[in-house]
C-alpha cells in the first residue's frame, strides 16, 4: 500500500533563505507525486508532480522537488522563501487505484 | 467558468438545521471527490464517486449524505450535526481513476461552523 510521511508539521524560516520540506514515500509500483499547496481559507492549489518523466521537477512560485527512487524520498524546495510562500504544503501519492493519498501537511512560516 | 467551484463559502448552522453544501466542477472529469479538514488534523476522505457512482465512504456518520446527479455536481446533504462537525468541506475532481497523472482539481472549500 502507498503512504506519505511529511517530516515536520512546522517550518519556519527567514525570507530570503532556502526553504526545505521534506517528504518520504512508500509505495510497491512506481509513484506519481504530487505537492499542493494551501493559503488560508482556501482549498489545496496543485504546485508540481512527478510523473516518472524528468527526476527534477520545477513548478509554480520558484518551487522544485526531486524524485529520489534510492532515498523514496520527493522533498520540495526553493532558493529563497517570500512572505507570500507561507502557507501549509501538502505531499501526496497516487495508489493503485488512483486516489491520492495525502501526508500530514507541513505549514511553513516566513519571517521577515 | 473553468475549476471546481463550492457553494456556500462559508456556512453557519444550528444542530437542528438541515442545509446542503454544493460543487460543481467544468472540467470534463468523471471522479469526485469530498474531503474534510478540520484544524490540526490531516485531510480526511469522506466520500469518493466516480462516473456517477459512489465507490468510496469511509465510515462517514449518516448525518452526511452524499449525492451525485451528474458527473459535473456532487451535493453534501447536511442534517442534526455536532459543534465537532464544525470544518472546511472540500470538494476535488479528477479524471477517472485511472488516470493516475493527472491528480485533483481542489474547490475553495465551504467554511462549516455548527452552533
Known amino acids: 500500500a502507498q503512504s506519505v510521511t511529511q517530516l515536520g508539521s512546522h517550518v519556519s524560516v527567514s525570507e530570503g533563505a532556502l526553504v526545505l520540506l521534506r517528504c518520504n514515500y512508500s509505495?510497491?509500483?512506481?509513484?506519481?507525486l504530487f505537492w499542493y499547496v494551501q493559503y488560508p481559507n482556501q482549498g489545496l492549489q496543485l504546485l508540481l508532480k512527478?510523473?516518472?518523466?524528468?527526476?527534477l521537477v520545477k513548478g509554480i512560485n520558484g518551487f522544485e522537488a526531486e524524485f529520489k527512487k534510492s532515498e523514496t524520498s520527493f522533498h520540495l524546495t526553493k532558493p529563497s522563501a517570500h512572505m507570500s510562500d507561507a502557507a501549509e504544503y501538502f505531499c501526496?501519492?497516487?495508489?493503485?487505484?488512483?486516489?491520492?493519498?495525502f501526508g500530514q501537511g507541513t505549514e511553513l512560516s516566513v519571517k521577515p | 467558468e473553468t475549476g471546481v467551484t463550492q457553494t456556500p463559502r462559508h456556512l453557519v448552522m444550528g444542530m437542528t438545521n438541515k442545509k446542503s453544501l454544493k460543487c460543481e466542477q467544468h472540467?470534463?472529469?468523471?471522479?469526485m471527490y469530498w474531503y474534510k479538514q478540520s484544524a490540526k488534523k490531516p485531510l480526511e476522505l469522506m466520500f469518493v464517486?466516480?462516473?456517477?457512482?459512489?465507490?468510496e465512504n469511509n465510515s462517514v456518520p449518516s448525518r452526511f449524505s452524499p449525492e451525485c446527479p451528474n458527473s459535473s455536481h456532487l451535493f453534501l446533504h447536511l442534517h442534526t450535526l455536532q459543534p465537532e462537525d464544525s470544518a472546511l468541506y472540500l470538494c476535488?475532481?479528477?479524471?477517472?481513476?485511472?488516470?493516475?497523472?493527472?491528480?485533483?482539481?481542489f474547490g475553495s472549500g465551504t467554511r462549516l461552523t455548527v452552533v
Open positions: 476535488a475532481s479528477s479524471q477517472a481513476a485511472r488516470e493516475k497523472a493527472l491528480g485533483y482539481t
Open positions: 509505495s510497491s509500483v512506481p509513484p506519481y
Open positions: 512527478y510523473t516518472s518523466a524528468a527526476t
Open positions: 501526496a501519492v497516487n495508489n493503485q487505484g488512483g486516489k491520492l493519498i
Open positions: 472540467l470534463g472529469h468523471n471522479a
Open positions: 464517486y466516480n462516473f456517477k457512482e459512489q465507490t
